[in-house]
T-cell receptor, first 115, second 113 residues
Framework: GAGVSQSPSNKVTEKGKDVELRCDPI?????LYWYRQSLGQGLEFLIY????????KSGLPSDRFSAERTGGSVSTLTIQRTQQEDSAVYLC?????????????FGPGTRLLVL | QQQVKQSPQSLIVQKGGISIINCAYE??????FPWYQQFPGKGPALLIA?????SEKKEGRFTISFNKSAKQFSLHIMDSQPGDSATYFC????????????FGQGTTLQVKP
């Protein structure tokens, strides 16, 4: 079946512009995660959605970052007034959501470059 | 205390050899330890995972060894193959209401033919 898809695959923007990154989770998965992978670094947790519960936003690095999940499916990560340090690969993952510790399936990521 | 420290940063192994990657953690509330494998241009994929009630888990050529008292766990790849060349990440989570993973910094493995 289809895996997690993300769009765009690559995004180049100018400092100060806003960007939106999209994630389509695996159908039927109620849990959705966003992570950030900077060059040569591990993955850094950003935000977690589970069903209709309030999202866990504890990993968002600043108030320029926000995310929403519409209809319990598609999610959008928005970065306002982008900075060069925002350049990274943004990865989305989804899981069934039946238990908290279960396999997370990752998308291919969006490579963001802020000039 | 939320960190997971991974070593080495890079590793070169001959085909047929054993690849060993180590991770250490501080947070004793961690109770789920997965390893992810990532190929260039792809997202990470779960390779194998362990919970602290066992000291070892083996799946094919991949084995996790877990030392609860030392707060360390490691990935062993037996009979390493060129197709195993990838970046490997250890991770940990505490469960509860969120399954967020805390990742190590990653190890780039190159298996030479």
């Amino acid at each position: 079946g289809a895996g997690v898809s993300q769009s765009p695959s690559n995004k180049v923007t100018e400092k100060g512009k806003d960007v939106e990154l999209r994630c389509d989770p695996i159908s039927g998965h109620t849990a959705l995660y966003w992570y950030r992978q900077s060059l040569g670094q591990g993955l850094e947790f950003l935000i977690y959605f589970q069903g209709n519960s309030a999202p866990d936003k504890s990993g968002l690095p600043s108030d320029r970052f926000s995310a929403e999940r519409t209809g319990g499916s598609v999610s959008t990560l928005t970065i306002q007034r982008t900075q060069q340090e925002d350049s990274a690969v943004y990865l989305c993952a989804s899981s069934l959501g039946t238990v908290s510790q279960e396999t997370q399936y990752f998308g291919p990521g969006t490579r963001l470059l802020v000039l | 205390q939320q960190q997971v420290k991974q070593s080495p940063q890079s590793l070169i192994v001959q085909k047929g050899g054993i690849s060993i990657i180590n991770c250490a953690y501080e947070n004793t509330a961690f109770d789920y330890f997965p390893w992810y494998q990532q190929f260039p241009g792809k997202g990470p994929a779960l390779l194998i995972a362990i919970r602290p009630d066992v000291s070892e888990k083996k799946e094919g050529r991949f084995t996790i060894s877990f030392n609860k008292s030392a707060k360390q766990f490691s990935l062993h790849i037996m009979d390493s193959q060129p197709g195993d060349s990838a970046t490997y990440f250890c991770a940990a989570s505490t469960g509860g209401n969120t399954g967020k993973l805390i990742f190590g910094q990653g190890t780039t493995l190159q298996v030479k033919p």
